[in-house]
Nanobody, 110 residues
Framework: VNLMESGGGSVQAGGSLKLSCVVSGNTYSRYTMSWFRQAPGKQRKKVASIGGGGDISYDDSVKGRFTISRDGAGRNLYLEMDSLKPEDTAMYYC?????WGRGTQVTVIS
């Protein structure tokens, strides 16, 4: 199983980015898929998750600004990030079951 994130980059505060995660090697239609982030010197933290039935949860820090979505087969996961803030700067990882991607860097410039 391989997870590969893309879509990171540098953006001005207030801007938007859309992250994508492609899952290969298996399908996870019934599994919860999640986005995590880790800023330098801080612990990795869950940002958002979406279950196989479509139930969604967000960390309070991103509610109203980030939107998580997925396809029905559990092969693609997305994170639409709007109104980005400098404190959103981190490496972003997708995860499903016990598998993780290598991450994509998001840098928000004030």
């Amino acid at each position: 199983v391989n997870l590969m994130e893309s879509g990171g980059g540098s953006v001005q505060a207030g801007g938007s980015l859309k992250l994508s995660c492609v899952v290969s090697g298996n399908t996870y239609s019934r599994y919860t898929m999640s986005w995590f982030r880790q800023a330098p010197g801080k612990q990795r933290k869950k940002v958002a998750s979406i279950g196989g039935g479509g139930d969604i949860s967000y960390d309070d820090s991103v509610k109203g600004r980030f939107t998580i979505s997925r396809d029905g087969a559990g092969r693609n996961l997305y994170l639409e990030m709007d109104s980005l803030k400098p404190e959103d700067t981190a490496m972003y990882y997708c995860a499903v079951d016990s598998y993780w991607g290598r991450g994509t860097q998001v840098t928000v410039i004030s």
